[in-house]
T-cell receptor, first 114, second 107 residues
Framework: EAGVTQFPSHSVIEKGQTVTLRCDPI?????LYWYRRVMGKEIKFLLH????????ESGMPNNRFLAERTGGTYSTLKVQPAELEDSGVYFC????????????FGPGTRLTVT | RKEVEQDPGPFNVPEGATVAFNCTYS??????FFWYRQDCRKEPKLLMS???SGNEDGRFTAQLNRASQYISLLIRDSKLSDSATYLC????????FGRGTSLIVHP
């Protein structure tokens, strides 16, 4: 069974540009989560989708970040315009149930904003 | 948001050693606790959940102390392959990660 996949694996963009990250969850997983780890900090929760609905977006840092999951399958996270402090690793995770231990993490997208 | 704190290490131990990590959390209402392992430039992977009664999985033992608000991870008979960063996660509705403790097991 394929795991959680994320695209791209790396992205280098200039401040002010737009970047869209994609996450494909494990097939059949209704729950999809976005996390990020900025340099020197801990991994932080961004938001949680149940199918196409945002269940919890309390961790989204500001309105430059927009997450979507149209159709309840893959999800995108767009950063527009990107700032230097957005650099970090963005992880996606998916699960069938809502328990933390059920989540499978993707390999992450390493974003560098210069 | 409440914090989860870990000693960043690194803990540098020889093969075969026993090593223990602690993690403190500030939200007394937290309900579930986990240890994750993260290898360099890889995604976190669940190592084990931490139950009130404590739990053991092979060489790994996790314990929860609610009164003092900490969880611990004990690794016995360390292997070279145990070298990684160990992340403490506390879930009070939203998962809160610690920064991780780095373990280096050397020959």
């Amino acid at each position: 069974e394929a795991g959680v996949t994320q695209f791209p694996s790396h992205s280098v963009i200039e401040k002010g540009q737009t970047v869209t990250l994609r996450c494909d969850p494990i097939s059949g997983h209704d729950n999809l989560y976005w996390y990020r780890r900025v340099m020197g900090k801990e991994i932080k929760f961004l938001l949680h989708f149940v199918k196409e609905s945002k269940q919890d977006e309390s961790g989204m840092p500001n309105n430059r970040f927009l997450a979507e999951r149209t159709g309840g399958t893959y999800s995108t996270l767009k950063v527009q315009p990107a700032e230097l402090e957005d650099s970090g690793v963005y992880f996606c995770a998916s699960s069938q149930g809502v328990q933390m231990y059920e989540q499978y993490f993707g390999p992450g997208t390493r974003l560098t904003v210069t | 948001r409440k914090e989860v704190e870990q000693d960043p290490g690194p803990f540098n131990v020889p093969e075969g050693a026993t090593v223990a990590f602690n993690c403190t959390y500030s939200n007394s209402a937290s309900q579930s606790f986990f240890w994750y392992r993260q290898d360099c430039r890889k995604e976190p992977k669940l190592l084990m959940s931490v139950y009130s009664s404590g739990n053991e999985d092979g060489r790994f033992t996790a314990q929860l102390n609610r009164a003092s608000q900490y969880i611990s991870l004990l690794i016995r008979d360390s292997k070279l392959s145990d070298s990684a960063t160990y992340l403490c996660v506390v879930n009070d509705g939203v998962p809160t990660f610690g920064r991780g403790t780095s373990l280096i097991v050397h020959p």
